[in-house]
C-alpha cells in the first residue's frame, strides 16, 4: 500500500487548487485560529471575573468572632402534644415512589404571633412532619398558659393524601381575634376561624375550621375537591378596600401527589430553568365576614388576577409589599426551576389585578441576574429595608451548594429613587431591582429556603436568617441530581425518569441554618457557628418576634423531619428600639375594645441625624416562616434621641392616610383610623 499524500487546504489558492507548504503540512495562521477562539476565551475570562467577585476573602476568625459577639441566644425546645408519630417519610403516589424523600422534603412550617389576645406575639402554630399535624403551643418560656394542641380540621372532610404545609395567622373575618389559615398538599386550605367564647383556655374546640374555598357536601367524609398542592401564600389587602386577601401558590398541579392509590397522573417540572407546569396562583378576594359564636369568612376567586403566562410556575415563597406609595402591595413569586416574578399591583377597589414586570440587563449581567428572567431554583423571598435607604430590598433563597448546583442568593437592591419613581418604573413594565448578593458576600448559603430579615441586636442594621438543607441520609447522590440537571429537558417531566431519592440518600442533608450579619464594612458574614446555630439538620421555616416584650427579636426554626427549635434573644443590645403594634378597630364593634391588625401599613422611621428605616405590617409571606403582626426598628446609637414616625395605612373603608408622630423609644400600641392615635396596650 502506498503511503498517503500530503493533505492540502481547499482554501490555501484562489483558483481552488490546494497548495501544500514545504514539507507537505498544512500552514498555520495564528491570527485565525485567535479570532475563532474569541469567543470561548471571553465566556472563560467573564466566568472566571464573576467567580473572583462572588468568592470575595471571607472574613478572619478574629472579624467572625467580633461581629458575633453582638448575638446571643439559646435555644429552648418547643412543648408538642404528647402522643404524636415520628415518622421520616410520607406516603406518596406510586409514580413518585422510587423519588419519595424528594417529594417528603418540604412541609415543616412556623409562625409566631399573638393567638390569645394577650398584646405580645407568644404563641406559636407549626407544622410538624414527623406526625403531619398542625400545632398550637406557647412560645417557651411564656408560662403554661395552655396545653399543646393539634388543630382538627373535623367535620371538614381529608383523605390519605391530604398533609399540612404551612400555618398563617391572622384576622380573616376582622372580629378582633386571631385565627388560623392553614394550608396543604392534597386539598384546599382551611380557615379556622376563632369563636367568640372559648370556655377553658385556647384549645382546638376555640376553632371553627371554614374553607376557604367552599366545596360540595362529602358523602362518606373524604375529600372530594380540587387537590391543590400548596406551598406558599400570601395575605395582604391587595385591592384596598380594608380586607385581607390572601394569594394561594401551588407547587405540583393538582393532583394525588401524596396519595398511594390515586390515579398515576402525576409529572414534574417539564424544565430546570423555565418550568411553566407547576400548580399555579389562585388569587381569593375577602368579600364578607361575621363574628360571634358561628364566625364566617367569604372569600372570591378572582381568575384574571395574574396573566396565566405569569402564573403557572412551581411556586415555593410569595411575598408583598408596597413599593410605589399606593399601599396596594406588590407580590413577588419565587418559583423553583425557573422564572420568578415581581408583580406590580394595578387593582381597584373590588378587583385584583397584576401586571408583569422585568428587571434591566447590563452588559455583564448574565441572564439569570436579571429579574422576571432568571433560570434558577427560587425557594423563598423577604421583603426588608436592608441597608437603611428607606426602600424594600428583597432577599431570595436558591439553591447555591458548592460542588452541586451553585446558583446565587438573590439580594434585589432597589433602585428606584422615590415611591414616584417606583411606579413610573413599575408602570413601564420594568422592576426598579438590582442583583447585589455577591457584592454584599451573601451569593452562597447551601440549599436555602425560608429568609427573614430582622435587626437583632438593635443596632439599626438588619441580619438574615436564612433556612438550608435539603434531604439528609448517608449516601450523597448529588452526582446522581447533577447528571439530571444537565439531562435534556425533555426527561423531566416523567417522574420516571429522574433518579432514586429514597430513606438513607442525602442530598445537601447537612447543610445548616445561615445567620447573615452586618460586618464594618456594610457586607455580611454568615456567622451561624460562632452563635451555635449550625445545627447540621434542614430547616425549612423561620418565624420572628419580639415574645417577650422585652425589646429583643426571638426566632423560632422549623426543621424539616426533625423537632422544630425556638432561640430567646439573650442580647438585643442596648435596648434602644421603637416597636409598633398598629391597629384598626374591629368591624361591627362598637365599644372600639376589639381591634384587628392594619393589613400593609408601612412606617418610615427617622433618626435625629436623618438615617432612615423602612418597615410594614406583614400579612404573611415567604416559605413556611411567619413573622409576628409588631413593626420594629432597632435605634443603635440614638435610643436616646426623638424620632419620627410616618405611617400609611388604609382604613376599613380603604381610604389612605398619612401621619406623622413623633415616638419615644420602646413599645406603642396605635389605633389608626382617620387619624393615629396612641391607645393603651392590650
Known sequence: MSAPGPVSSPKSRRDGHARPREGGTLPTRPAGLVRRLLPSIFVLVLVGALYVVARAPSASAEDRAAIASRYQFTELPIALPPGLTHRTVRPVNSDYEHIRSWVSSVGAAIAVNDLTGAGVAQDLCLVDTRSDSVVVTPVPGTGDRYQ??????????????????????????????????????????????????????????????????????????????PLWNTNAVAVADFDGDGGPDIGVFNYFPDSGVLDPDSPANVEMNHSMSRAENGGGAHILRWTAATGGDQPTASYQEQPAAIDPKLATGWTLGSASADLDGDLLPELYLA???????????????????????????????????????????????????????????????????????????????????????????????????????????????????????????????????????????????????QELAMSNDLMLQNPGMWPHAEPGDDISGHEALAFWARDRDGKYVNVSSELGLAVPVPTRGV??????????????????????????????????????????????????AATTPAYGAQVRLTTADGRTQLAQLDGGGGHSGRRSFDVFFGLGSHGDQPVKAEISWRDLDGGRHVQTLDVTPGWHDLMLTGQATEVPAR
Open 335 to 481: 418559583n423553583d426551576f425557573g422564572h420568578d416574578h415581581l408583580l406590580h399591583n394595578v387593582s381597584t377597589n373590588g378587583r385584583i389585578k397584576f401586571a408583569g414586570t422585568t428587571g434591566r440587563r447590563g452588559v455583564a449581567t448574565p441572564k439569570s441576574m436579571v429579574l422576571g428572567q432568571d433560570s434558577f431554583k427560587g425557594m423563598s423571598v423577604d421583603f426588608g429595608d436592608l441597608t437603611g435607604t428607606g426602600r424594600f430590598d428583597m432577599f431570595v433563597s436558591n439553591i447555591t451548594t458548592s460542588w452541586g448546583i451553585e446558583e446565587s442568593n438573590f439580594l434585589w437592591k432597589n433602585t428606584s429613587t422615590s415611591a414616584g419613581d417606583a411606579a413610573a418604573k413599575l408602570r413601564a413594565g420594568v422592576a426598579p431591582f438590582d442583583q447585589k448578593a455577591a457584592d454584599y458576600h451573601m451569593a452562597f448559603t447551601g440549599w436555602g429556603w425560608d429568609t427573614k430579615m430582622a435587626d437583632f441586636d438593635n443596632s439599626g442594621h438588619p441580619a438574615v436568617v436564612q433556612a438550608a438543607g435539603f434531604v439528609k441520609g448517608d449516601i450523597n447522590r448529588w452526582p446522581w441530581l
Open 148 to 225: 399543646p394542641f393539634v388543630l382538627d380540621p373535623a367535620p371538614l372532610p381529608t383523605g390519605p393524601g391530604v398533609a399540612p404545609m404551612g400555618c398563617n395567622p391572622g384576622d380573616f373575618n376582622q372580629d378582633g381575634r386571631m385565627d388560623l389559615l392553614t394550608y396543604y398538599w392534597g386539598r384546599t386550605p382551611i380557615l379556622f376561624l376563632n369563636k367568640q367564647s372559648t370556655p377553658g383556655g385556647l384549645s382546638t374546640a376555640s376553632y371553627r375550621p371554614t374553607e376557604l374555598v367552599p366545596q360540595a357536601p362529602s358523602p362518606d367524609g373524604t375529600y372530594h375537591g
Open 543 to 592: 418565624a420572628v418576634g419580639d415574645t417577650n416584650g422585652d425589646g429583643g427579636q426571638d426566632f423560632a426554626v422549623a426543621r424539616q423531619w426533625d423537632s422544630p427549635a425556638y432561640y430567646r434573644n439573650d442580647n438585643p443590645g442596648q435596648g434602644a428600639f421603637v416597636g409598633l403594634r398598629l391597629h384598626r378597630p374591629a368591624r361591627g364593634d362598637a365599644t372600639g
